[in-house]
Structure formats: C-alpha cells, structure tokens
C-alpha cells in the first residue's frame, strides 16, 4: 500500500472550510483514494473516495491532481459536530494481497466555536 | 448507516479469563476485519476473512484467534487475557472483489483486563 502523509492536527472555526491534503508520492496506477472520519469511542466512518480530478457528495469534496501524488479532502462550513480525526487511505484493494486498509496517524481536526 | 454489530460495547475482566468479542454484518459481506486501536492511536489490523472458512494474521501480532463459520459471523476470541490485551477492538466488513473495497466498522468493544 501506498505510505501516506497528513498533517497530525488542524484547527478550525465554526463556518469555515477546512482543507485536509494528503501525499502520496508512490500512488500506484490501480490504487484508489479513500477518506475515513472517526469520532472519540466509535468505528472510522467512509466519507469520500476518488481516483481521478473532483468527487463530490453530501458531505465532502475530494481534489485530486493529474499526478495523483497528493489529494485534499475539503469540508465545507465546518461545524462543532466536524471535530473528529480523518485518515486518507490509498491503495488497490482489487487485489487479494492489497484488500487490508493500512490507517496512519490521521488528521485531528478541531473544530472551535 | 451500515448494518455491522459488535457485542460488548464494554467489558472488564480479570486476568486469566477466557473471552469472545462478537460481531455480525447483515449485509452479506464477504470480507470481514478486526482492528485493535489504542486511545488516540492508529487503528491496526490483526485479522482479516475473506469468506467462510477463511482466516488470515493482519499486520499486528496478536494473541487472539478468530472464526468464520458463518458469512456473517467474525467472532474473536482470547484464551486467557491479560492487562496488555486492553485496548478497542473495531470489526469491519466489506464487499468482495472491485478496486474500492470501502469498509463499513461496528461500534467497537472497549476492553479492559485487570
């Protein structure tokens, strides 16, 4: 699995847009990019994935370049409810060998009032 | 939401004792995960499944067996514990097979062993 870089914590205010970027120098050709929130005391909870250039949902954006060696997760208009830790996740999990998740140490993200 | 349960929520045991850690997925997921994440730590996988009757040893050594008799049904189990087995087990459960293998994860078991 692609190793992955992210900041250790982010700070923000109720409102704002945060904007969470992730490296990942050595993203293979079939590996996907997954985002995963989780709160204090429960199980990470799937946000976004992508592959290529913008997802977007209900809750989130993915940005991803054409070199695909880095993506950042936007959250807009963050609320208290936000605070939590976002891991990015990369790998090709169509293969037997790669189907495991390997979490880093996430992004703490603060959300303040 | 996903539909994956871990039973209990909390436990606390003295050392020695014999334990299971149970989770279920309705969801008819092949794969299925045991995590062991520390307060504020990074999650790390101990046991994976990629279907009935098949077991495999995550990236982090650990102490406890699992079985998987049935699609649904992950349980794990520790013959005798001991304090440096507390910690939260997270079970997750995906789709078989495609390149985005999103994982859906219980609640977690918060463990505590005296």
């Known amino acids: 699995l692609a190793k992955t870089t992210q900041p250790i914590s982010m700070d923000s205010y109720e409102g704002q847009e945060v904007n969470i970027t992730c490296s990942h120098n050595?993203?293979?050709?079939?590996?996907?990019i997954t985002w995963y929130q989780q709160f204090p005391s429960q199980g990470p909870r799937f946000i976004i994935q992508?592959?290529?250039t913008k997802v977007t949902n209900e809750v989130a954006s993915l940005f991803i370049p054409a070199d695909r060696k880095s993506s950042t997760l936007s959250l807009p208009r963050v609320s208290l409810s936000d605070t939590a830790v976002y891991y990015c996740?990369?790998?090709?999990?169509?293969?037997?060998?790669?189907?495991?998740?390997?979490f880093g140490g996430g992004t703490r993200v603060l959300v303040k009032p | 939401e996903a539909d994956i349960y871990q039973t209990p929520r909390y436990l606390v045991i003295g050392t020695g004792k014999k334990i299971t850690l149970e989770c279920s997925q309705t969801?008819?997921?092949?794969?299925m995960y045991w995590y062991q994440q520390d307060p504020g730590m990074e999650l790390h996988l101990i046991h994976y499944?990629?279907?009935?009757?098949?077991?495999e040893k995550g990236d982090l050594s650990s102490e406890s067996t699992v079985s998987r008799i049935r699609t649904e049904h992950f349980p794990l189990t520790l013959e005798s514990a001991r304090p440096s087995h507390t910690s939260q087990y997270l079970c997750?459960?995906?789709?078989?097979?495609?390149?985005?293998?999103?994982?859906?994860f219980g609640a977690g078991t918060r463990l505590s062993v005296l």
């Open positions: 997750a459960s995906s789709e078989l097979g495609g390149g985005k293998n999103i994982q859906y």
């Open positions: 050595n993203i293979a050709t079939n590996d996907y």
């Open positions: 992508g592959y290529k």
């Open positions: 996740l990369v790998g090709d999990w169509s293969k037997a060998a790669g189907n495991k998740l390997t």
């Open positions: 969801m008819g997921h092949d794969k």
């Open positions: 499944s990629y279907g009935v009757n098949s077991t």
